[in-house]
T-cell receptor, first 112, second 114 residues
Framework: EAGVVQSPRYKIIEKKQPVAFWCNPISGHNTLYWYLQNLGQGPELLIRYENEEAVDDSQLPKDRFSAERLKGVDSTLKIQPAELGDSAVYLC??????????FGPGTRLTVL | AQSVTQPDIHITVSEGASLELRCNYSYGATPYLFWYVQSPGQGLQLLLKYFSGDTLVQGIKGFEAEFKRSQSSFNLRKPSVHWSDAAEYFCAVAPSGSARQLTFGSGTQLTVLP
C-alpha cells in the first residue's frame, strides 16, 4: 500500500514569493492533516480536513496561508507571500476514522 | 489545554544498551498517548499507542511504553538499542476518543554509539 505522497520534497524560494505544496493521502483515508514542523520542534497542526470540510483550522495563519481539498482526496497548501519565518518542514498526514495519523515525508521549505 | 513535555532534548547510548525516553503529559482526564519516530528526511512513523487497558504496551521495532497515571507519564523503553534506532522520538497526546487531535512534544534526539 502506498503511503502519503508529498511534493515537492524540497523548495527554496525568495521571501515575498508564493509557494504551494501538494499532498496525496493514503487511499480511503477521510481525514487529512497539514502540520508545520520547525527545526528542533514537534509537529504543530495547521489544518485538519474531514473529507472536503476543514474542521480545525484555528492554527492556520489565514492572512498568508490557504489550503484546499477538492473532491476530498488530494490537498494543496499555499503560502502567499512567504516570509523568512516560514522556513520549516510541512508535513501532510492522513488517517481513517478513529486512527492516529500516518505521515508523509514532508516538504522542506527554505525562504531566502 | 493538553501539553506534552519531553525533558531530554538529546540522549546518547551505546549499541546494545537499554534505553528509556521520558514523556510527561498534562491533561484533565486519561488521554490517548502515542510515540512516533522520525528518521532524517522522513515522516513520522507510529511506534505504539495507548488507549486503555493494560498499561504496558508493545510496539514495533522492539519498543514498549508504560502508562503511569499517578506520574502522568508514558515513557518509552527498549532493552537493547540498535544503531538503526538513532532518530528523533516524539511523544504525543490526544483527547480520549479522538486520536486525530494530537499534540506533540518537542522531541528527543537519540544518538547510538558503536
Amino acid at each position: 500500500e502506498a503511503g502519503v505522497v508529498q511534493s515537492p520534497r524540497y523548495k527554496i524560494i525568495e521571501k515575498k514569493q508564493p509557494v504551494a505544496f501538494w499532498c496525496n493521502p493514503i487511499s480511503g483515508h477521510n481525514t487529512l492533516y497539514w502540520y508545520l514542523q520547525n527545526l528542533g520542534q514537534g509537529p504543530e497542526l495547521l489544518i485538519r480536513y474531514e473529507n472536503e470540510e476543514a474542521v480545525d483550522d484555528s492554527q492556520l495563519p489565514k492572512d498568508r496561508f490557504s489550503a484546499e481539498r477538492l473532491k476530498g482526496v488530494d490537498s494543496t497548501l499555499k503560502i502567499q507571500p512567504a516570509e523568512l519565518g516560514d522556513s520549516a518542514v510541512y508535513l501532510c498526514a492522513s488517517s481513517p476514522p478513529g486512527v492516529a495519523p500516518f505521515f508523509g515525508p514532508g516538504t522542506r521549505l527554505t525562504v531566502l | 489545554a493538553q501539553s506534552v513535555t519531553q525533558p531530554d532534548i538529546h540522549i546518547t547510548v551505546s549499541e546494545g544498551a537499554s534505553l528509556e525516553l521520558r514523556c510527561n503529559y498534562s491533561y484533565g482526564a486519561t488521554p490517548y498517548l502515542f510515540w512516533y519516530v522520525q528518521s532524517p528526511g522522513q515522516g513520522l512513523q507510529l511506534l505504539l499507542k495507548y488507549f486503555s487497558g493494560d498499561t504496558l504496551v508493545q510496539g514495533i521495532k522492539g519498543f514498549e511504553a508504560e502508562f503511569k497515571r499517578s506520574q502522568s507519564s508514558f515513557n518509552l523503553r527498549k532493552p537493547s538499542v540498535h544503531w538503526s534506532d538513532a532518530a528523533e522520538y516524539f511523544c504525543a497526546v490526544a483527547p480520549s476518543g479522538s486520536a486525530r487531535q494530537l499534540t506533540f512534544g518537542s522531541g528527543t534526539q537519540l544518538t547510538v554509539l558503536p
